[in-house]
């Protein structure tokens, strides 16, 4: 079994009874506290039109974290590519990278990160985006290229400036692409575990070495909810499961704080269904994250694994971060 890197996923979760200005803050700390446990990067994810989520200006949220942090890497996981020009993305990328020199990622996804009628006021064409995507993505590479200096149409901040490029997934379709393109794959295992082995499967069964990587390289993102007790754990876990309980029922609304028992919630068909979407959620405390971490390592194999952690408490948040760190580093300890 390879070593295998820690990251974060946040989506700027904001919680009843809090401001979204609480929830940048509780962000900026999640992001120094992981920091200093040595996590690898910290993403933020673009989503729209949700009063649960608050990471829609996703390039500005990944300014204020990267100006309050010294040395983890951030970016975004990811920017919804069609839902902006490849222009102004390069352009707000490079601005970035120009204010915090080799720091900056750039994860990018088609899905709208909405609803139909947002991703309608957002400009998005769904009869093109198959093709859009990819096409955008080299118009990316070109704007960030030195070669593009010459050009009518250039990228300043962006031109000449190395940002590294992850393709999103949470289908196969995304698996295939980032093969054939030489790039990085980030797959959404915290929400649509599926096809997630069939995409890994395609991506290194298909890999291109491209300038940009000579081998395939996987990040796959998890849910992860530790505490210093397995009991702990589930109780704060309950507030991950409302959360996509109101994802199946259509409803916003921000998240709730943990319930004793969620069978007074939800009915056996929406506990299958959020089962089912949480496969990959690892709950407990530290000796049974550990176990959890190395039976998915085991299994796939990826280069890193980020950790995205709907916990309604900030401080337990913190602490389940802590303890997961702990489990990894556990497992390989000399």
């Known amino acids: 079994m390879k070593n295998f890197e820690i990251s974060v996923l946040d989506l700027a979760p904001v919680k009843q009874d809090k401001t979204i200005h609480d929830t940048f803050q509780d962000s900026l700390s ?12 910290f993403w933020l994810a673009e989503h729209h039109n949700m009063e649960s989520i608050a990471s829609s200006a996703t390039s500005v949220l990944i ?8 040395k983890i890497r951030v970016g975004s996981g990811g920017i919804m590519l069609p839902n902006h020009s490849s ?3 390069a352009e707000q990328f490079g601005t970035l990278e120009s204010l915090f020199p080799g720091r900056i990622d750039l994860g990018l996804g088609r899905a709208p990160g909405t609803d139909g ?28 290229s030195k070669d593009n200096r010459d050009a009518l149409v250039r990228a300043i901040p962006g031109e000449g400036l190395d940002i590294p490029l992850y393709i999103l997934g949470s289908s ?10 030489g790039l990085p794959y980030a797959f959404a295992g915290h929400f649509a575990p599926e096809q997630m082995e069939m995409a890994f499967n395609i991506y290194r069964q298909n890999f291109e070495p491209s300038k940009y990587l000579d ?3 996987i990040i796959a993102c998890v849910n992860g909810i530790a505490a210093e ?3 702990e754990a589930h109780k704060i876990s309950t507030t991950l499961f409302q959360a996509f309980i109101n994802i199946v029922r259509n409803d916003r609304k921000p998240f709730a704080p943990p319930v004793d028992d969620m069978d007074d919630i939800w009915s056996p068909m929406e506990k299958s269904m959020v089962l089912q979407k949480l496969k990959f959620t690892f709950i407990g405390d530290q000796s049974e994250i550990e176990e959890k971490l190395k039976n998915f390592q085991s299994t ?30 556990s497992i390989f300890k000399a």
């Open 229 to 231: 007790t397995s009991e």
């Open 117 to 144: 009628l947002t991703a309608q006021a957002l400009g998005r064409n769904p009869a093109i985006i198959n093709q859009q995507f990819p096409r955008q993505i080299l118009e990316l590479q070109k704007y960030f």
């Open 63 to 70: 300014g204020f974290i990267a100006n309050g942090t010294k």
């Open 87 to 89: 222009l102004v993305i």
């Open 30 to 41: 999640l992001a120094n506290h992981t920091e200093n446990l040595d996590y690898k990067r």
């Open 215 to 217: 081998q395939p390289y």
């Open 300 to 329: 796939f194999n990826v280069d890193e694994l980020m950790i995205n952690s709907h916990i309604y408490d900030h401080q337990k948040r913190l602490e389940s971060y802590e303890i997961i760190r702990k489990a990894k580093d």
């Open 172 to 181: 196969t379709d995304s698996a295939f692409l980032a093969a054939e393109l």
